[in-house]
């Protein structure tokens, strides 16, 4: 071989070996770097990723209104929306609790009082649900879950930079920062990862960044991103993101009231999205923003809508219903009653039938068919009594029998029936408050009866002697009669006599209050029923019983006229008042109310007449002012209106006091309360600011004995006020949980001195030389009589409440605390 050929042989094997050299080197170095993705996956990413996926799929499968801007406001229909669901009854149905949150009649008990409808507010609302919701993890399990995705993150962030993780674990950070309302912290991070060049995240990136815009106040950054990101996604025809991004506009224009720029972009939405599920929401909320500008016409167009794209089960429903809702309210009623009727007879939505029948026995109520409305609301009533419609029948029964039939006895049994069911709580304090008056009704016609049995007393001595005997033989009889019947039981005999039977009988009929036939009924039933009094010998004179028995009717027209609502009854009484007893006092009280009467009718010629009779005829009567007045003779009082325009003198501190709380300066905020109600106990800011104790309390300084002693002193100083009812029924239960901790603690350390005692020979002498140590005082504070029977709670799924059960055995005693005043 020549040394040409050796030479080019070695200079071949040189370039091999230099690229062999060069290949390994690259390819050590590209482990290197697959080997960090490989450790960065297994050792943070993968951990991080998981707990992420996990909570922020409870997010989405628990957010009830996709329409929400404010996520922590979920729990609470923006447009005020009937969704017409009662939570009880669908509770593993996805659907049911993600977009339509809102149930019939139902009034949210920790919702702040204080904001009901300011819309652009930055503030958090007080015990309002948060954005984590509560499910399978509590809130307190999400937060911290989210917690440790940020942990986790920040390593990568920190230590790997270099990863192809980096940008992952920068947007999970920042959505895990959203997800916990640190929006500032999030929005940064949003920040950071659109500086990255090429990130697969670049376009929902951009969407995350508008929204924190947009709960930062940051309006027209936030809607102008919102809409790039429109435009993007249009052009890159992703569905998906273009969905979120106008969803995300829609809602904010509702939560800022701007509807018509709401519904300018649900049109524009339907006018471009081929997604017709997504296309079915909108159109129904469309709806429902109509409804609320109380256009509906154009609700029901909208609603109409939705049934030409793909509506979800549920959408379908409530479209549906809506629908027929919306004719009956159009006075198209018999397209209503047949809607109704084709929903009812519909195997299709068997499981919201409870739902379509109290709707349709609204329908024959309202057009007087009461015989069918009763048997609808009976079929509810009695079919599904465990859940709240039960509870809406029955209330419904009674709005019937009082209105429609004017049976007060039935309606009463129903008022009370609705009480004691699943129904909301607000159609519960209706009913009590409904029952109360019905027994104010009852206890005037008692009380008018037994006036005009003393005044037939008065006219007739004979009549009193008559009825005395009759009382006696009839008191006699029954105690016989009950003699008996002891005697039989006592006994044991297995087969009684027919009259025994028919005494037993009577007997139980006395007791229920509910004969089978009123003519079979005896006296002695009526004793047993307190039906029938013995007669009392009248003490009084005849002119004495007449002024009292035409005060009691004044009293009976007046409860006809404003809490029965029937003024034709009342006008009956004032007349008769007038009539039969118009010299007594209160006649010029009657021929006033008998004044207003006609001014509701449109009838001002007699109510002027009365008015001016008062004002020539009673001269010293208090009533001549009130006429006067009326008549325009004279100036209203001014006094009373300088009173009501007058600023709360406690405003400008109670503003104060919210700021430092806004600002987490909790101490502060809660010393600066404290002084508001000692200063100006009368004032509403006295209210606001005992909640607001309560509530810091309560949600940042979970110290929940504080919390429910704040609470305690609104209920007992603020009895029936806004604020003391929406925290009654939590304090109520909490109350009722540390009791039964005490109890178990008291019956176990029972157990423990027993069983010590039986085991040392000693004895009580042990016991003595090693004392029980000291018991803890449970924390319980005096409740008003008129808030102790507040034991129904409507959100008792809600959030707070759960902590404050949850939380109850681990809190350390602090019933010596005291709230200062």
Known sequence: MSYRKITALIERKKKLLVGLSFSIITLILSSCGMWRDFNTYFNTYWNAKTIFDNAEEQILKQKKNIFAFREDQNSNNQLGMQSNFPQSQFPNQQFGQQQFPNQQFQNPQFQNPQ???????????????????????????????????????????????????????????????????EYSRAQRKFIELAALTDSKYAPENKLWLAKTHLQLHNFEEGLKLIEEVKQTALKDDDEQLFNQASISKISFFEFREEY?????????????????????????????????????????????????????????????????????????????????????????????????????????????????????????????????????????????YKNGVRDYDSALVYYNKTASTMAPYDLKMKAVKKSQDLNKYFTNKIEIKEIETQILYVQNPARFIQDSVDYDIAYRQYTEENKRLMEAQNMGQQNMMPNQEALLQQQRMAQQQIPKNKKDITPSMLIAQGKYKKPIRPIIKEDSLNTNIAKSYFSLGSIFFSELEVPDSAKYYFQKILREYGSKSVAAQTMYSLGIYYETEQDTIRADSLFKFIYDNFEKDPMKKAAGEKLGLIKKDEKKSSIEKEEDPAEKFYIDAEKKYFDKKYSEAIDSFKVIVKNFPKSLSAQKSLYYIGFIYERELKNYDSAAASYALLIKDYVGTNYSNAVSAKYNEYKIEKERIKREEDEKLKAKEEKLKTQDPRGDKAIKENPKPAENVNTVVPVSKDTTKLKDDPSSEGLIRQQLLEKAKSVPDTSKKKIEK
């Not at 999400?142 to 990568?156: A, D, G, H, P």
């Not at 379908?316 to 009623?333: P, S, T």
């Not at 109704?340 to 057009?367: A, C, P």
């Open 115 to 181: 904001f009901p409808n300011q819309a652009n507010s930055s503030q958090p609302l007080a015990g309002v649900q948060p954005l984590i919701p509560a499910g399978t993890l509590s809130y307190m399990q999400l937060f911290q879950e989210f917690t440790r995705v940020i942990e986790k993150c920040s390593k990568i962030l920190q230590y790997e930079s270099t990863s192809s993780y980096f940008d992952d674990a920068l947007f999970m950070t920042g959505k895990s920062f959203y997800y916990q309302h």
């Open 260 to 400: 018509e720029n709401a519904i300018t972009e649900c049109k524009s939405y339907l006018g471009v999205s081929k997604d017709d599920e997504i296309n079915a929401l909108v159109a129904f909320e469309l709806g429902k923003i109509y409804l609320h500008l109380k256009n509906k016409a154009e609700a029901l167009n909208s609603f109409q809508l939705v049934l030409t794209y793909s509506p979800t089960f549920d959408v379908e429903f409530l479209c549906r219903l809506e629908y027929a809702k919306l004719l009956k309210d159009l006075d198209r009623m018999e397209e209503s009653e047949s809607a109704f009727s084709d929903l009812r007879y519909s195997g299709k939505f068997i499981n919201y039938l409870d739902q379509v029948l109290l709707e349709l026995g609204q329908i024959y109520y309202e057009k007087n068919e009461t015989k069918k409305a009763i048997d609808i609301f009976r079929e509810v009533d009695s079919t599904y009594k465990m859940i709240p419609s039960s509870g809406i029948a029955a209330f419904k029964l009674a709005e019937v």
